[in-house]
């Protein structure tokens, strides 16, 4: 079974129907659910940064579709630590938390879901909703 790495933007759009790319997670993710889906705790925080501002209970909804789904958040590791730093010295306009989900993907041999277009400059793993 491959793995996939969400990122928080793949995570946020299948929450939001009013998201641009909703769609697309929605058919992004029923597609790769016969695979192992994870999300790095890094992108985990990120998805629920709004849900926060806005009560236990939208923090409850995404906890549950994380369960739903099957999605195993996967702790940072120092070898996706140290793949980050190495991502962002290379590519300076690669933010820190971008940089762990694709350091992330790296360390498990996974490809990584994301709407940025622009992760498919930093690496081949990157497929675009």
Known sequence: MAIVVLDASVVIALL????AHHAAAV?????????????PASAY???LVDPSRRGSEAVSVVRQLVADLGIHVQPLTANAAEGAARLRARHSALRLPDALVLATADALD????????????????????
């Open 27 to 39: 058919a992004a993710i029923a597609e790769a659910r016969r695979e192992a889906l994870v999300l």
């Open 16 to 19: 939001d129907a009013g998201d």
């Open 110 to 129: 996974a490809t990584v879901l994301t709407s940025d277009r622009a992760w498919t400059r930093v690496t081949r793993r990157a497929r675009v909703i």
């Open 45 to 47: 925080a990120e998805v």
